[in-house]
């Protein structure tokens, strides 16, 4: 029930809850002690259904700020994920999908040939696991680099690394699409190295993890894909371009007027 004509909180309320800074139940508190009147409610339920407000509106808050600070690449979520059309075996999908591996702080490696939705179904994981409160950092292997050595030039690598490692999921997206260098290497590394049996880390690539040494390194792939694969679900996918097949089709654009 609302009332359109509630009447607004006396003045010192209204200053006393944006003082203790209580923006949600300020806003439904004007409803809710009309309805309250109205209904003859138990003064805890006035409390509770107040206080109620203010927690649901803080914890939507806290997920779109990290829904914008995971700096996701498309916005895609399961949503829009075609269990079928998928080369993952419908039952590891669900059980992924579950985000349980994510509290157990198992890793995901996704591999397989481009377009056959290794990111899409990263990044509909990485989303969900934000909507069950968890904390998630997208990169890509270069934007990951990027941030390990523009910490390098102030020297703060380790608090960059322990900041990265205080989310519960990290991605890591494209691994393999280019060669990766000494930098983009020990930045991997770094990560995988911190997040190990803490944190759960979800990579995507083109090549099998067995073959990281051929695109970096061999000393530092063979350290890096040892911590990664120890408690890691890795999932292979096949199969064409999904990309080429909808483009093909003449799906890949609204057709022009
Ligand atoms: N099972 C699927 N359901 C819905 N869309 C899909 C599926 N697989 C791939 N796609 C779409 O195909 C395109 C390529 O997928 P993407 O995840 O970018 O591939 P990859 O990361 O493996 O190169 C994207 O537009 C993605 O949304
Ligand atoms: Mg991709």
């Not at 138990?42 to 806290?62: C, F, H, K, S």
Request: glycine share 6%; with cysteine.
């Amino acid at each position: 029930m609302m009332f359109p004509h509630a009447p607004a909180l006396p003045e010192e309320l209204d200053r006393l809850l944006r003082r203790m800074r209580l923006p949600y139940l300020r806003k439904a508190a004007p409803d809710v002690l009309a309805t309250a009147r109205a209904q003859r409610w138990d003064p805890a339920e006035v409390l509770r259904v107040l206080i109620n407000e203010e927690v649901v509106g803080r914890d939507a808050a806290t997920r779109r700020l990290r829904r914008s600070s995971a700096n996701f690449p498309t916005g895609k979520t399961l949503a829009s994920w075609l269990t079928e059309d998928s080369a993952i075996p419908e039952a590891t999908q669900n059980a992924l999908a579950t985000l349980e591996w994510i509290g157990r702080a198992e890793n995901l490696v996704i591999a397989g040939p481009s377009g056959t939705g290794k990111s899409h179904f990263t990044e509909g994981l990485a989303h969900a696991a934000i909507e069950k409160d968890l904390k998630v950092a997208w990169f890509t292997l270069e934007s990951l680099t990027a941030t390990i050595n523009k910490a390098k030039v102030d020297g703060s690598t380790a608090r960059t690394v322990a900041k990265i490692c205080r989310c519960d999921l990290i991605v890591v997206d494209d691994i393999g699409m280019l060669p990766a260098g000494d930098d983009a290497a020990e930045a991997f590394y770094r990560i995988v190295d911190a997040a190990y049996e803490r944190r759960s880390i979800a990579v995507t690539s083109n090549i099998h993890p067995s073959g990281f040494d051929t695109i970096m390194p061999k000393t530092l792939a063979t350290a890096t894909v040892d911590r990664l694969l120890h408690h890691a679900h890795l999932v292979l996918t096949k199969g064409d371009s999904h990309r080429l097949a909808e483009a093909l089709a003449g799906k890949g654009v609204v057709p022009l007027a």
